[in-house]
């Protein structure tokens, strides 16, 4: 079993709408989760982090956690075509020595359509 | 404030050569970690380094090994280039939970 999964293929969404973007992970110790965003050619962005159950937003983008269904997602409200990257998720692996030690997902492109 | 800073941006070498990439920290960060992304996957982790020790270490073959300075500054050496080693080489920095990368160096081998 992978550590982080984000199966959905690309995604395309008409501009204006909410893309919906999911992943799983294996490490049920795990306390911190991130989502990254990552434009073609580039490093990755740090979008958010949540560490909570529940919702987190800031600005256009919501976290979503839980934790009981080791499960996180991201929605994009108002989707534009500056949107248009490839999502990461990532998660703190739980060491011993308390601190990062991330593993991410393999992505998933995001295309907003004019 | 300068963000994590690494170089060369881009390189090119040979199998069997060896290679050295540098990464400076974001002001204030104590930790970096390396990662690997090939085309197409996400970053995977090679190592990590706090206090001038290796921390952490990946999945990743002893001919990647790294160096942290007394100023937080890294090295990611890999010796014996394999074409697999192509990829983009990221450093993160980090002082808490919150890692952030630099613009990655893309390593070619041929």
């Known amino acids: 079993q992978k550590e982080v999964e984000q199966n959905s293929g690309p995604l395309s969404v008409p501009e204006g709408a909410i893309a919906s973007l999911n992943c799983t992970y294996s490490?049920?110790?795990?306390?911190?989760f991130f989502w990254y965003r990552q434009y073609s050619g580039k490093s990755p962005e740090l979008i958010m982090s949540?560490?909570?159950?529940g919702d987190k937003e800031d600005g256009r983008f919501t976290a979503q956690l839980n934790k009981a269904s080791q499960y996180v997602s991201l929605l994009i409200r108002d989707s534009q075509p500056s949107d248009s990257a490839t999502y990461l998720c990532?998660?703190?692996?739980?060491?011993?020595?308390?601190?990062?030690?991330?593993?991410f997902g393999k992505g998933n492109q995001v295309v907003v359509i004019p | 404030d300068a963000g994590v800073t690494q170089s060369p941006t881009h390189l090119i070498k040979t199998r069997g050569q060896q290679v050295t990439l540098r990464c400076s920290p974001k002001s204030g960060h104590d930790t970096v970690s390396w990662y690997q992304q090939a085309l197409g996957q996400g970053p995977q982790f090679i190592f990590q380094?706090?206090?001038?020790?290796?921390?952490q270490r990946g999945n990743f073959p002893d001919r990647f090994s790294g160096h942290q300075y007394p100023n937080y500054s890294s090295e990611l050496n890999v010796n014996a280039l394999l074409l697999g080693d192509s990829a983009l080489y990221l450093c993160?920095?980090?002082?808490?939970?919150?890692?952030?990368f630099g613009p990655g160096t893309r390593l070619t081998v041929l």
């Open positions: 380094y706090y206090e001038e020790e290796e921390r």
């Open positions: 993160a920095s980090s002082l808490g939970a919150e890692e952030f």
């Open positions: 949540i560490y909570s159950n």
């Open positions: 490490d049920r110790g795990s306390q911190s």
């Open positions: 990532a998660v703190n692996l739980a060491t011993h020595y308390g601190n990062n030690r991330l593993a």
